[in-house]
């Protein structure tokens, strides 16, 4: 079993910044992968970014590519979502997940822990 508590949304000025973390429970945070969804109202949850166990890969949707940047600290058993540039369509509820496969970094249904999720509000 694995917690996660996402934490550092907020709101911001288009152009801003922001880094999210989450922190997950367990000794085993190593062995997942983990990655960051969101969802805007009205719409479905969508892929942001993942992160492999080792932090030796990284993935990420095209519409962050080269603005936001994501990372891990497995001593700290915590990852993060480094968000720059912000866009107002970058507005959503941001969730963090995790899984022990290695394998569908981009689908949801292939993560099983999830966060409560944070608010990131972008305003133009």
């Known amino acids: 079993q694995v917690q996660l508590v996402e934490s550092g949304g907020g709101v911001v000025q288009a152009g801003g910044s922001l880094r999210l973390s989450c922190a997950a429970s367990?000794?085993?945070?190593?062995?997942?992968?983990m990655g960051w969804f969101r969802q805007a109202p009205g719409k479905e949850r969508e892929f942001v970014a993942a992160?492999?166990?080792?932090?030796?890969?990284?993935y990420y949707a095209d519409s962050v590519k080269g603005r936001f940047t994501i990372s891990r600290d497995n001593a700290k058993n915590t990852v993060y979502l480094q968000m720059n540039n912000l866009k107002p369509e970058d507005t959503a509820v941001y969730f963090c997940?995790?899984?022990?496969?290695?394998?569908?970094?981009?689908?949801?249904?292939?993560?099983?822990?999830w966060g409560q999720g944070t608010q990131v509000t972008v305003s133009s």
């Open positions: 367990g000794r085993t945070f190593d062995n997942y992968k």
């Open positions: 992160i492999s166990r080792s932090a030796g890969v990284t």
């Open positions: 997940a995790a899984d022990s496969s290695d394998i569908g970094y981009y689908r949801e249904h292939n993560y099983n822990y």
